[in-house]
């Protein structure tokens, strides 16, 4: 059974341009969430998505947005690339993200290294 | 606001010594306080959930623990493939996890 599956894996974009990032999240898997892991520290969260619906939000600025599709694959899109976007950006899917249920386990992709020149 | 701080940022260890990796947690009704493990160049890939405080789990050489302001990673007689970035998060009740910044294992062979 196949993974979080992302693409691209590796891009590179100049300052002012506009990215779009893919996920497929695991079968089954209704819950995709996006973080993005600046080198040396650990992921911070974007974005969540359940059901197609946002279900959270991150302390990111308006040029990051996201939208999750009726097969629940999402896509998270920056605008007005800044040379501070450069990352890798991870998508996670989770089976459920009910605040009433118990805690869910993120499973992530491998991830779409970003380098804004 | 929540927060997650994980010590120290590196450890350098010989095959065979154990050691133990903290991740101190300020979230807002921890929901559950999870462990990671990230390879270079690729996404954390899942090792434990603790729920409440006292809870404990092992998987082969590592063995989680949580207290109410902390958990601790105990790595046993590490090896070589136990080389990694271990992350620590906690997910609030407002649904969002919260990670740290992670601790860089090195075991020399």
């Known amino acids: 059974d196949a993974g979080v599956t992302q693409s691209p894996t590796h891009l590179i974009k100049t300052r002012g341009q506009h990215v779009t990032l893919r996920c497929s999240p695991i079968?089954?898997?209704?819950?995709v969430s996006w973080y993005q892991q600046v080198l040396g520290q650990g992921p911070q969260f974007i974005f969540q998505?359940?059901?197609?619906?946002?279900?959270g939000r991150g302390n990111f600025p308006d040029r990051f947005s996201a939208r999750q599709f009726p097969n629940y694959s999402s896509e998270l899109n920056v605008n007005a690339l800044l040379l501070g976007d450069s990352a890798l950006y991870l998508c996670?899917?989770?089976?459920?993200?009910?605040?009433?249920?118990?805690?869910?386990?993120?499973?992530f992709g491998a991830g779409s290294r970003l380098t804004v020149l | 606001e929540d927060q997650v701080t994980q010590s120290p940022e590196a450890l350098r260890l010989q095959e065979g010594e154990s050691s133990s990796l903290n991740c101190s947690y300020t979230?807002?009704?921890?929901?559950?306080l999870f462990w990671y493990r990230q390879d270079p160049g690729k996404g954390p890939e899942f090792l434990f959930t603790l729920y409440s405080a006292g809870e404990e789990k092992e998987k082969e050489r590592l063995k989680a623990t949580l207290t109410k302001k902390e958990s601790f990673l105990h790595i046993t007689a590490p090896k070589p493939e136990d080389s990694a970035t271990y992350l620590c998060a906690g997910l609030n009740t407002g649904n969002q996890f919260y990670f740290g910044t992670g601790t860089s294992l090195t075991v020399i062979p």
């Open positions: 979230v807002s009704g921890l929901r559950g």
């Open positions: 998505y359940y059901e197609k619906e946002e279900r």
């Open positions: 996670a899917s989770s089976f459920l993200s009910d605040r009433r249920s118990g805690a869910n386990v993120l499973t």
């Open positions: 079968s089954g898997h209704k819950s």
